[in-house]
């Protein structure tokens, strides 16, 4: 079916209780309209068949494929009359100081009764150097150096509001501490997301006094993300975003080493503990509390080469309708960027990140024709914001949140695109990642029952999506947002969703496979991209703008950085 089809399907399926929200909502009914034809998926598929492209080599920031791909997004923006986002231009200059670690300058040496062990690297462990002290402006080593006896701290969470602490009755100043990664299972989804962030596991490190970390995993999640497809990741390097003072962000001086074990030396690493790696999993995976010291002493040594590049943000404006309204803002954000040069498969080292996310830059484009081409901009004043540096922690959309090109405070909700819903098969449902905790839920809603979507909960609460792409930014700073993603049905019942989606992560995600090759279902990303059209639209129409849900652990804890927003009355 195509686009044109699709819709005129769609609306004469509505559900009566659709049909009701149309008749009530008759701007939302004219807004579809132009959207859907607006969207059209042969474009959508030609922005993703030249963002994929070989040319542009992976989109890595500060490459010249990630600039091309930056010119590109800015061009498209201009032709349709929407005007440049940061004072006159296109671009959001963002720095961001890269760190590679030197696999054969650094080394991890354990001790165990006196006798020392040195590990191979990449092979018994990768090292990390997002904790280590900033260079300095002009130098491009940096080294750090630990030797300290190591403690088993589960998860290495502390979360008070869920009555659980994995420190709890060990002291581990001054030691390493070996943790678990995620977070326990029996959390509800996104505050298990939120403790299995690096950075807040990092910080709660610190906290309790420790000086260096370890990470093992369990092997469900090595399933998942196997060593030979993990490791070339993290080889890669760290990034971070710097200020203007070239202070590097999330980096964690007090923690002067981290590293990562292999299965096998994880289990090493347990022998004459009083509990096997086995017995630690299974007591972790059970929610009981348990930290204990390790008999080993492990020495890290990390030397990494540093640089520092520059990649821009592409911010585009819409002036909302209304004069009351319109000096508050909705902000769209997708990444353009990806991982760039990859190990190779089939003879071919570029991530060409297709549905990775040139599909979520490309609807995102055709969204801001949408908007672009309605007959009357929306009341609120709308941004669409393509981010930088998505696949090196959020970085792009974390400099945003950080020095937003409108206050912080008017800023109403933000929708990210990441992968655009749809994409892989014929969609029958979405999952709205974060919609629950703010009144977001209520535009989704909204939006799914108009477009005939069902709205499914979270498939897979391991992945730990909420925390993995942009909106997040957004959350931390108090800002209610939402990722609309694939769902798990298909309207073709012989499709099993959830099944294509979790084969798709195990077999493409982040390899040089996510090409313009894979199927990609584009009349479904059309659908899809009307859909967060909606979502958007609807909240920069009404009255009332977005709330956290009270109570709400992510609205009690970041909520009051965006204090002061206007509720629009
Ligand atoms: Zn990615």
Known sequence: MKCRSWILLCLVNLHPFSLTVLAQNPSYGAAVEVATKT???????????????????????????????ARYVATELEGMGLHPGVSGSWF????????????????????????????????????????????????????????????????????????????????????????????????????????????????????????????????????????????????????????KGGIPQDFFPELQGNALLSQQRAEMLFAGAPKTLEQAFATARAGKPQAFALPESAHIRTVATQSTIHSPNIVAELKGSDRRLRDQYVVYTAHVDHLGICPAVNGDNVCHGALDNASGTSTLLEIARAYASLPEPPRRSVLFVFVTGEEMGLLGSDYFAHFPTAP??????????????????PMKDVVALGAEHSTLGGEVASAAKIMGFEVSPDPMPEEVSFIRSDQYSFVLQGVPAVNVEDGVKSTDPKINGLEMIKKWLVTRYHTPLDNMDQPIDFDSAAKGAVMNFLVGYEVAQQERSPDWVKGDFFGTRFGPRHAGTSTGE
């Open 39 to 69: 969207i059209r998926p042969e474009q959508i598929r030609a922005h993703i068949r030249f963002l994929a492209d070989s040319l542009l080599q992976g989109r890595a920031p500060g490459t010249p494929g990630y600039d091309i791909a």
């Open 92 to 243: 959001q200059p963002v720095w961001l100081e890269k760190a590679v670690t030197d696999g054969s300058a650094s080394s991890l040496v354990l001790t165990v009764s006196g006798k020392e062990q040195k590990l191979v690297d990449a092979e018994d462990y990768i090292l990390n150097t997002w904790f280590a002290s900033p260079a300095g402006k002009d130098q491009s080593k940096s080294e750090s150096d630990v030797n300290a006896p190591l403690v088993f701290v589960r998860f290495g969470v502390t979360a008070p509001d869920q009555k659980y602490d994995d420190y709890a009755g060990v002291d581990v100043r001054g030691k390493i501490v070996v943790g678990i990664y995620g977070a326990p299972a029996a959390f509800p989804s996104t505050e298990r997301a939120y403790y299995s962030d690096f950075n807040v596991k990092a910080r709660m490190a610190v906290a309790h006094g420790a000086v260096g970390t370890i990470g093992i995993m369990l092997p469900e999640d090595w399933k998942r993300s196997p060593w030979e497809w993990l490791i070339p990741q993290i080889q890669m390097g760290e990034m971070h975003w710097i200020d």
């Open 408 to 425: 912080l405070n008017s800023i109403v909700a933000n929708v990210n695109i990441d992968g655009a819903p749809g994409s892989y098969f």
